[in-house]
């Protein structure tokens, strides 16, 4: 059987062959061999397109991870040995991209490698909190529960996003419903009342002249205009998923009323709940803050917890950092961190600080809708009352010299 091969020398540099071997596994030994990491596998020499081979982002959803885990943790709980569950799974599993996965998770572990060494050779897939935490378990004998405590953090976390994107999308449609509207009838509505002024020889306001301008542009140019939108969208998004423009919307977000305080309460509740889990699962602290701060992200928050484990290393209270920047964690984060450092319950003290924001958040989400529907009127009102001014003052002026 040959093998489409993508791999790494030890210097570095990727290679694209065709390798011809009995089984996938016996590719990734003969790479290995080699000096060499395997970098991705795909049967048969040739095929389809590249480009047909592309997936969006990992190729495995977050909640596939998820059951994943929590299936992996249940199996293992009732007694089945760590390569019949991924077996299992594996036969179970309808992802293909998964299902690769799977496969070389239980091969690595039947070669004898620790199974959160397996799970490190697949970083796009699993995070360096789950990896972590995975080898707590597996040094302490109860990997069943850290996987279940993963499990828990990760669905946790994915019910939050959930619900913060789900209150955006209703003044999303509706600001994009404004756009498109508001094209449609520059392009279209406009151009026939500017001929009438035209004719008329009404004498037009400076509103009036900038959307007649703008509208003359937009239907001379329609496919201008369309590649032009297209691509302002396309570069909006680039912008946003790029490190500068998610520190430019973090910014801006933050000094925005109700947004701002659903901001900060969101990112204390998952670097909480990440330093919560990493700690309850045998996590030391130091590596425990190292892996939250990667978790909460390269912003502002995550900032504060790498400050934070830089002066644990030098023996301060973690509580110090996180107090010292409110403006960013709420007091309550600090207060109740310093609260777990008294008591020596840090892990506990900061699973009920994820937990009361979690919550709160969700409570904020559902009332959102009803803080953004007063503005987005405001916003429509305010763009229609503008347009019809504009439209309607030379129809006045007009009338007043008949």
Known sequence: MKFRVVSKSAEGGEEKRVIEAASRFAVYEQVEKEGGMVVSV????????????????TGVKTDEKITFTKNLAAMIAAGLTLTRALSVIERQTKNK?????????????KKGAAFHEALARHRKIFSDLFIAMTKAGEESGTLAESLAVVARQMDKANTLQKKVKGAMI?????????????????????????????????????ATRIIVDVSDFMAGNVVLVLVLVAAFFAGLMLFLRSKVGG???LFLALRIPVIGELVRETMSARAARSMSSLLSSGVEMLSALSIAGEVVGDNSFGKVVKEAEERVR??????????????????????????????????????????????????????????IEPILMLIIGSAVGVFAMAMITPIYSLSEKI
């Open 42 to 57: 795909l049967e048969g020499a040739g095929g389809m397109p590249a480009w047909t081979q592309m997936t969006i982002g």
């Open 97 to 109: 991209f998964l299902k690769k996965i799977v496969m070389d998770l239980e091969s690595e572990v």
């Open 170 to 206: 209703y003044p999303s449609i509706i600001l994009s419903a404004i756009v498109v509207i508001g094209i449609l009838m520059l392009m279209f509505v406009v151009p026939t009342l500017s001929n009438t002024f035209k004719e008329l020889g009404v004498e037009l306001p400076l």
């Open 247 to 249: 520190k430019v919307t």
């Open 314 to 371: 030098k023996g301060e209270p973690l509580s110090v950092s996180f107090s010292e920047h409110s403006k960013l964690y709420p007091v309550f984060v600090g207060d109740m961190i310093a609260v777990g450092e008294e008591t020596g319950k840090v892990a506990d003290m900061l699973g009920q600080v994820a937990q009361y924001y979690e919550t709160d958040v969700e409570e904020r989400t559902k009332d959102l809708s009803t803080i």
